[in-house]
């Protein structure tokens, strides 16, 4: 992995820790949906040997999360993406 796909897949990652454990009073979960919407059509473009490449890197990523709860999040960011269908 470069450290360009690293950071790359890092921030997706963050991103999505970030929806999905804002305070629905903060960012509504349609709000949420709103801002990944866009970026799942896209990865959606992508190859399926892509897809599966991009959710391994976020697994690698999810490896160096010391929270619990954020790791869960960035668990559940491939399948959140729609790189696992």
Known sequence: MTVLEHTLAK???EIVIQ?????DDAITP????AVLNPVIAL???LPDQDRRALAELINQCTQEEANP???LAAW???ETLGLLA
């Open 11 to 13: 921030a997706l990652t």
């Open 19 to 23: 929806l999905d454990l804002s305070d």
């Open 30 to 33: 349609e709000a949420s949906m």
């Open 43 to 45: 990865l959606q473009d």
């Open 69 to 71: 709860e954020r790791q």
């Open 76 to 78: 559940e960011a491939p």
